[in-house]
T-cell receptor, first 116, second 112 residues
Framework: GAVVSQHPSWVICKSGTSVKIECRSLDFQATTMFWYRQFPKQSLMLMAT?????????EQGVEKDKFLINHASLTLSTLTVTSAHPEDSSFYICSARDDRGEKGYTFGSGTRLTVV | QKEVEQDPGPLSVPEGAIVSLNCTYSNSAFQYFMWYRQYSRKGPELLMY????GNKEDGRFTAQVDKSSKYISLFIRDSQPSDSATYLCAMSSVSNDYKLSFGAGTTVTVRA
């Protein structure tokens, strides 16, 4: 089946530093990937839509300068949390839509970010 | 009113029982319907994918989509303790750039 690899699975960083999270589709191409944030016991909140070769589309209320998204190839999207603060601590998950269509969306295993 | 409504539960059933989950939605443009299982601190795992109306079966899982009623269901037969998780319904459409709209998720516990 389709596999999306997300790294790192967890990261602890100091306040003010930046953290990069990678999302890679291993056995399919994905022009479109999505980045979510999930708080405990809540559903996923869409942050942005990442499109290969073009700028990401951010949801209302999400700071594009803080959450930098790069989708440099059909199999890789990255999310960089810049100047992280404790309130950015959360579970971040990516998903990828198979370009072949009609395959559903595959999610990564998530990244738990803790900013201290 | 939320675009996708899902009873958050919790739902507790004995091992071997049938688990019945459902979602209703308001956007008639939705074409693609999915069910995901999510364990704590993990990413959602795709269980079932359905395009438009109809039924689909895969092992112990059966998904049903009734677009006329804007209602989707997931049935889990012969439930096992390992099925204990949160189940999320999700749907999307071309008109919304394929963004997924999620239900709140139903927490299911299967008692041994």
């Amino acid at each position: 089946g389709a596999v999306v690899s997300q790294h790192p699975s967890w990261v602890i960083c100091k306040s003010g530093t930046s953290v990069k999270i990678e999302c890679r589709s291993l056995d399919f191409q994905a022009t479109t990937m999505f980045w979510y944030r999930q708080f405990p016991k809540q559903s996923l909140m869409l942050m942005a839509t990442s499109n290969e070769g073009s700028k990401a589309t951010y949801e209302q209320g999400v700071e594009k300068d803080k959450f930098l998204i790069n989708h440099a190839s059909l199999t890789l999207s990255t999310l960089t949390v810049t100047s992280a603060h404790p309130e950015d601590s959360s579970f971040y998950i990516c998903s990828a839509r198979d370009d072949r269509g009609e395959k559903g969306y595959t999610f990564g295993s998530g990244t738990r970010l803790t900013v201290v | 009113q939320k675009e996708v409504e899902q009873d958050p539960g919790p739902l507790s059933v004995p091992e071997g029982a049938i688990v019945s989950l459902n979602c209703t939605y308001s956007n008639s443009a939705f074409q693609y319907f999915m069910w995901y299982r999510q364990y704590s601190r993990k990413g959602p795992e795709l269980l079932m994918y359905t395009y438009s109306s109809g039924n689909k079966e895969d092992g112990r899982f059966t998904a049903q989509v009734d677009k006329s009623s804007k209602y989707i269901s997931l049935f889990i037969r012969d439930s096992q303790p390992s099925d204990s998780a949160t189940y999320l319904c999700a749907m999307s459409s071309v008109s919304n750039d394929y963004k997924l709209s999620f239900g709140a998720g139903t927490t299911v516990t299967v008692r041994a």
